[in-house]
Structure formats: structure tokens, C-alpha cells
């Protein structure tokens, strides 16, 4: 038996767009899930966005304003994929209204405001997922199934890289991004959050960290119209770039492991260059995204010279199997959200939480906060998780 869950779409932008093929997808991939979503409405602001969408998608209605949707008894959970100064009014509203959530990162721009959607959530026994979605690659999985098998030995240190050239472009619009009231701390938030869940899903918590962080380039033009995505603006009036393009920092684990985090939006050079290589006492482990299903692995007992083989991971591996009958079939980036929008639904049909939720948002935004004060300090911060 299968029951129906009305769900909504608030922002339409890239995330509004991957989240409802996720929705329409995530039964071909689980047909053992108990829920069936249906696509009640979707919530926009830009004129004409919303309705585009439901005539693409089959959306039953659309809204100019979330606060409708927040009064909707058709729906019962709620995609909250509008921009991050948002996430917290809305997150709120949305969970005391008693719908579930499912919100991109990073929550909000502070730990405060990562912190008040945690609290709505659990206040309103709802579930609550968060869009940290390279954790849910199945090599990012077998990878953490090694590290925590001791197969590479005790972790000694870490490299993450998150590596972008979306903003590189001199011409990229002075969109929300680039504000430090709606776009938070930059780079920081949008993919050094990621870097951040990912340390320590594989790796357990940051302890402590030192950053630097700079901005490349000061000034953008601004936006003549409607922005969705990377969007370029040429010829128009120039204003600042509020937040950081860039940030480097040092890592201390509660495990005594060291690592280094680098994130960069105007990499020239760099598409999607994200991954990460864990060393250990008697092996490693590396992966990257745009290889998103193999990872190199070494170990045994040489120490020096040790090889290290390329591994494609296959139906054994997390969630693959859900998308690939064999190994080096390649899933790819959009399936991620399946299996985010899979977890968040199994989450509601069983009532216990699977896959990254708020408190997970609430650890990564309290290293993003630490990133930040040891940047302005120039000195060796605590996390404060
Ligand atoms: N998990 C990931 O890998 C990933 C990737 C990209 C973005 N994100 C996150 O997703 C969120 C959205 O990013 P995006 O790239 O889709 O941005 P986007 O700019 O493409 O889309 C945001 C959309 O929200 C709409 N919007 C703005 N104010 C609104 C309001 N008051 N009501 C309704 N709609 C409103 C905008 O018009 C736009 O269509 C951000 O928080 C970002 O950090 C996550």
C-alpha cells in the first residue's frame, strides 16, 4: 500500500529544479518506499518562474508567496530550496506549521540560524533533511566503511578540496551570493559547509581549525533582471563582493588526526573539482567527484611503495544498487538527490531519521563560524559545536 505525501517547492532556482526530479524520480529507484509524492505547489518569487514549473513538472498549483504554502493543509512536507538568508524564516514557519523539510545547505547564514531551524524541527516532531549530498555517493560510503574498518590503518591526516570556477567569470552578476546579509560568508557557506560534512562524516568531529580567507575579485556587476543559478551580467553598475571567494584552513580532529580544507569559487581551471584523500598508518583513500564512482584505495603491509588501485564501486556499495545493475556503470550528481529525497521520505514513512539532518547542518555551520572568527583573529580557533 502505498500513501500519498503532498509536497512543495519553495525557490525554483537549480535546487528547486534538482528537488522535484528528485520527487518524481525516487519511486522508479525505491518501489518499495510507502510514500508516493505528489507535486501540490511550488512557491516563487520571480513572476512566471512557478508556473513554468508546474506546467513542466504537473505542480497542482503555484504560489508568489511561501507564507501560502505554510498555510496548505494539501502539503506535508516542503522543499526549501530558495536562497540562504531565507532558510531560516522559512525552515521555521514550515516546521511549526508541521511540515516536514527537507533544506539545502548550508541553514541558514550562522550556527544561530542552522541552530533555530534545529530546534522548530524537534520542537514540531517533524523530519528534517539537509541537502549535504556528496555524502550519499556510494564511494563516499565504502570510503568511511574503509576508514572506520581500520583497513587504512589510523587516520594520521586529511586533504579537502572543493575547488570551483562558477564564480571566476569577471562578468558573474552581483547575485544574493555575493551579499553578506543574503548569501552568508561566501565560499564558506556554499561549499566549504560541504567540506566541512564531509570531514567529519568520514572522519568524526573538528576539534579546532586556523583559516585564512581573502576575496579575489571586489567588485560585480549587478543584475538587470531575474537571477537563477551563475547568472552573468555585463555593462552594469558595479558593486562589492561582500564575502570571501576563497578560504585555506588547518584542521585538528577529536581523533587527533590533522587535516587541510581548501574551497575556492573563482578557481580558472577548476569545474567541480571536490574530493578528498585520507591518509592513514598503513594505507589511504582518495576520491573525486568528477570520478564520482571510483575511488583509489591503498593497502596492506608495504608502508613504502605500496600500490594504490582504482576501485569502481559497485551495487554492493551504499545506495548504488539502486541505480546500476554493475560496477563503473556511472550514476551521477542528480542521483545523489535521490537518494537525499529517499532518506528524507523513508525518514517520514518510518519516523526515524536517515541520511544528513539538522544537527548535522548545526556541526558544519559551527565550523564554518570557527573558519570565519580564526580568520578575523589570525589565530587557532575551538569549534564550538
Ligand atoms: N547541495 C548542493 O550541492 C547545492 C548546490 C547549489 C545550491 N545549493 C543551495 O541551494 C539553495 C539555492 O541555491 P540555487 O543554486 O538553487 O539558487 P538559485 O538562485 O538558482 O535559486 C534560488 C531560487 O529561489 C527563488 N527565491 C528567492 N526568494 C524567494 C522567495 N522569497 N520565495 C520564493 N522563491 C524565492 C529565486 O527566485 C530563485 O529562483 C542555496 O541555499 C544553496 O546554498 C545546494
Not at 544574493?176 to 556554499?190: A, K, P, Q
Amino acid at each position: 500500500m502505498v500513501d500519498s505525501l503532498g509536497v512543495a517547492v519553495v525557490g525554483f532556482g537549480w535546487m528547486g529544479r534538482v528537488h522535484t526530479q528528485a520527487y518524481a524520480r525516487v519511486l522508479h529507484h525505491y518501489p518499495r518506499l510507502p510514500l508516493r509524492p505528489e507535486l501540490v505547489t511550488v512557491a516563487e518569487e520571480v513572476p512566471g518562474r512557478a508556473e513554468e514549473a508546474a506546467a513542466q513538472f504537473g505542480f497542482a498549483s503555484t504560489a508568489r508567496d511561501w507564507r501560502e504554502v505554510a498555510r496548505d493543509p494539501r502539503v506535508q512536507a516542503v522543499s526549501i530550496t530558495a536562497p540562504n538568508f531565507l532558510h531560516r524564516e522559512i525552515g521555521v514557519a514550515m516546521a511549526e506549521a508541521g511540515k516536514h523539510i527537507w533544506i539545502e545547505k548550508p541553514v541558514g547564514l550562522t550556527p544561530a540560524d542552522a541552530g533555530a531551524v534545529a530546534d522548530a524541527v524537534a520542537k514540531a516532531g517533524v523530519q528534517g533533511a539537509v541537502g549535504f549530498n556528496y555524502r550519499n555517493a556510494p564511494a563516499v560510503e565504502a570510503a568511511r566503511e574503509l576508514i572506520s574498518s581500520g583497513a587504512i590503518g589510523t587516520v594520521t591526516h586529511v586533504r579537502i578540496r572543493l575547488f570551483s570556477d562558477y564564480a571566476a567569470h569577471p562578468d558573474g552578476a552581483l547575485t544574493w551570493r555575493y551579499e553578506r546579509e543574503r548569501g552568508g560568508s561566501g565560499v564558506l557557506g556554499d561549499l566549504a559547509s560541504h567540506g566541512a560534512d564531509l570531514a567529519r562524516y568520514l572522519l568524526g568531529d573538528i576539534a579546532s581549525l586556523i583559516a585564512d580567507t581573502a576575496v579575489f575579485i571586489p567588485e560585480r556587476a549587478r543584475p538587470t533582471g531575474a537571477t537563477a543559478g551563475h547568472t552573468r551580467a555585463t555593462g552594469g553598475e558595479l558593486g562589492p563582493v561582500e564575502n570571501e571567494d576563497y578560504v585555506s584552513c588547518l584542521l585538528r580532529f577529536a581523533s587527533g588526526a590533522r587535516g587541510v580544507l581548501e574551497a575556492c569559487r573563482v578557481s580558472v581551471g577548476e569545474q567541480n573539482n571536490y574530493g578528498f584523500e585520507v591518509h592513514g598508518t598503513e594505507g589511504a583513500v582518495s576520491w573525486d567527484f568528477r570520478r564520482m564512482n571510483e575511488l583509489g584505495v591503498s593497502r596492506g603491509t608495504d608502508y613504502q611503495d605500496q600500490p594504490v588501485s582504482t576501485v569502481y564501486v559497485g551495487p554492493g556499495d551504499g545506495e548504488f544498487a539502486a541505480f546500476q545493475p554493475g560496477a563503473a556503470n556511472a550514476m551521477g550528481y542528480d542521483d545523489l538527490k535521490v537518494i537525499e529525497a529517499h532518506r528524507f521520505l523513508r525518514s517520514i514513512a518510518e519516523g526515524g531519521a536517515y541520511g544528513a539532518t539538522l544537527p548535522d547542518a548545526v556541526h558544519s555551520a559551527a565550523v564554518v563560524d570557527a573558519m570565519v572568527r580564526s580568520a578575523e583573529s589570525g589565530s587557532w580557533v575551538n569549534v564550538q559545536a
